[in-house]
């Protein structure tokens, strides 16, 4: 078994025989969070992050150029379920930065709240990503990188609400836009350009587009840099 890292800090391929895994630095020695593999290599632990429960692994996998949750990062994490994206996004950020992770199921942030027990740089928020001012006494501080997969019709416009009250110049947004959940009929390349461009028109710069097949149906990873004064 060996490793290497990717051009993301953070992120490292784990190579067994002839298969290759992407994986994450855990915070937490020997955790394994949702049952995913942990092995030690040079006294470290690392996770492998699967590309078929996690779309920023998938992204990865399928090129994605330029990560921006980065070691020290301060993300929002919004759609966050019981933590299984959060916990590798816990480990790329480290003891430095900081992950706000919003989940508005109380069955799911059940786990979240838990997995939040054992890494300090996880704060749970129990609400709806539609209305930031009710979290944003928790989020102190700014924010480097908004994250969002929610999977709801108007993606856009809380991914937006969201930039306009933690972000400022500079800062990025990523989101897993989900086609199906906006519009059930058009045909997947015009649903992504359509939520790309309400976003475009608020000030937000396409960095990268990155489709998710076939880890994921009908999903765009798309990176976005907020390129005007909010
Ligand atoms: C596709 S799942 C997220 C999976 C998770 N990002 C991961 O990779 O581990 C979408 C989640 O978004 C949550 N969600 C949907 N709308 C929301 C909203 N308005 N506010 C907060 N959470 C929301 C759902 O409850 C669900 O848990």
Redesign the pocket.
């Known amino acids: 078994m060996s490793l290497r890292s990717t051009q993301f800090d953070g992120v490292f391929i784990v190579t067994d025989k002839d298969r290759e895994a992407l994986a994450t630095k855990s915070l937490v020695r020997g955790q394994s969070v949702y049952g995913e593999k942990v092995i030690t290599i040079e006294n470290e632990s690392y996770r492998l992050w699967s590309t078929r ?3 920023i692994a998938a992204a990865i996998k399928n090129g994605l150029e330029s990560l921006p949750i980065q070691p020290g990062s301060r993300v929002l ?10 916990s590798h996004v816990s480990d790329i950020v480290g003891e430095r930065g900081i992950v706000y992770a ?4 109380p069955v ?1 942030a059940r786990d979240l709240v838990f997995l939040a027990e054992s890494r300090e740089n996880i704060v749970p928020i129990v ?4 209305y930031p001012s009710r979290y944003a006494p928790l989020v102190t501080g700014p924010i480097d990188v908004v994250y969002q ?4 019709p108007d993606q856009a416009r ?1 991914l937006y609400k969201n930039v306009r009250t933690f972000c400022s110049l500079g800062s990025w947004a990523m989101v897993a836009i989900k086609a199906r959940s906006i519009d059930s009929v058009s045909e997947t390349k015009r649903i992504f350009d359509r939520e790309i461009m309400t976003l475009q028109d608020q000030g937000l710069e396409v960095s990268s587009r990155v489709n998710l097949a076939p880890y994921e149906r009908d999903h765009e990873m798309v990176t976005l840099r907020v390129a005007v004064d909010l």
Do not use: N, P
Not at 77 to 86: E, I, P, Q
Not at 127 to 130: F, K, L, P, Q, S
């Open positions: 429960r996690s779309k994490y919004l759609g966050a379920a019981s933590g299984t994206t959060v919003v989940e508005f199921s799911s609400e709806d990503a539609r997969d929610v999977a709801q809380i």
